[in-house]
Structure formats: C-alpha cells, structure tokens
C-alpha cells in the first residue's frame, strides 16, 4: 500500500518541522489542503498505533494542534503522474515532566526532558533513510542530541533504531506513567561524534551556526549522560 497521500498544495517533498500554530494556518486554508493533511495525519497515527500493538492513536491532528509538540513530517512525491504528493512518515517530540531514578536503589528525581512521543515510517517507505532524515532534522531544529531525549515506550524497531544510527544500547526503565501509557526515559550509551559530512541532512538546510553548533556538542556525547 502506497503512503498516505495529503492535497498537492500542502507541502512540497522533503522534511517539515510543524507546530500547532502551523497547524491553525493549515485548518484556515480555504483551498481545503489543511483538512486533507489532517485526514493523512490521523490515518498515519492510526498506522503507528497498530505497528505499536496500541489501542489507541497516539497522535491525531486535533491532538497535536492543541498541544505544544512539534511534529515532522517526510513528505514525499506523487506515485503517479500528477497525483497528490504522500505523507511517508511521522515524529512527534514534546516536553514531559518525568520522576526517573538513575538505578533500581536510586532516589526519585523530576526532570522535564524533550519526549519522542511517536515515531513511524510509513511499510512501504521503510529502509529509505526516511527515519534517519526526520530524526536528525528533529535534532537539529531541537539543539539535542540523542541521548537527551526521553523515549515513551518505545517499541523493539525503535531502540534498534537508536542503537543502529546513534549508538544508544544502554537504557534505564522507568515505572512513572503519563498519559495513560508506561514511558522508558532514556540513559543511553551516547555514540562517537558523527562527521558532519556523513549526516544525511544537505549542509543546505543547516545555516553555518548550526554546523558549528553540532560540531561542538558531538564532540561532547562520549561524556555527556542527560540524567
């Protein structure tokens, strides 16, 4: 099955960071472009929640308008001629404020981390470096590095996916519970600093202060631990 497909005029291929207030410019648009991204939206959150075993969609386009998250979106060309361009995958970060503990025997302590809310390549679109785009975009946009981040849950493809692209194997699993659901925060082993030239994102779409940027805090994963 092909990936989603959301009206032409929406959004040209490529990766796109959205916020709610994207979202409100999209609901507004009189040329109905914004209620088919919607469309497309919700029918990818539905996918992400079968491929998780969930009940329940973790992101819905009028969820993640009302929220404060930031969702990005891989958008891809037509698969016929002159068709609609398709949604090939998701990523959904935002804030939590998380009680963790650094062992089984070590006191509580809050921490309000960037969360990877969910995270799905549409089947079809899988092993076409769609993810790794998307997630280091995320990255990027957010000024964190992977082992920052705090992980919901996440799903055996997504921890082989953090230990294939960013070396992170290590984890800490934590039994505090939001919205419902049981998150694993993150404390992983950070990888050796990527080369700026081997990142799949063009230097195009990263100005001279972020190559800099990431230059500098790669240099810092091997020691830096987020809790």
């Known amino acids: 099955m092909e990936a989603t497909n959301v009206a032409r005029s929406a959004f040209s291929p490529g990766i796109h960071i959205l916020t709610a ?26 996918r992400s929640a ?68 969910d995270f799905y390549v549409h089947e079809s679109c899988q092993r076409t470096g769609d993810g790794r785009r998307m997630f280091d975009a995320m990255l990027a946009h957010e ?25 992170l194997r290590d984890y800490i699993p934590q039994s505090n519970n939001f919205s419902g659901r049981a998150p694993i925060s993150a404390s992983m082993t950070p990888p050796l600093p990527t080369p700026l030239a081997q990142l799949p994102l063009s230097s195009a779409n990263m100005s001279a202060d ?6 500098r805090e790669a240099a810092k994963r091997i020691h830096a631990r987020p809790f």
């Not at 648009?29 to 914004?34: A, L, T």
């Open 210 to 215: 972020a190559r800099e940027r990431y230059q």
């Open 21 to 46: 207030a994207d979202g409100e410019r999209l609901a507004k648009d009189p040329s109905g472009s914004g209620q088919s991204f919607g469309q497309a939206i919700d029918e990818m959150g539905k």
């Open 143 to 167: 000024h964190r590095q992977p082992h920052q981040l705090g992980y919901d849950r996440p799903s055996p493809k997504l921890m082989a996916f953090c230990a294939k692209h960013y070396g």
């Open 50 to 117: 079968r491929a998780q075993g969930l009940k329940k969609p973790i992101t819905t386009w009028i969820g993640f308008r009302c929220s404060d998250n930031r969702l990005i979106v891989s958008m891809g060309g037509p698969t016929v001629p002159h068709g609609p361009p398709t949604i090939r995958g998701i990523l959904r970060v935002g804030s939590r404020q998380l009680f963790v503990r650094k062992g089984p025997d070590a006191p509580y302590s809050q921490i309000s981390p960037l969360c990877v809310l």
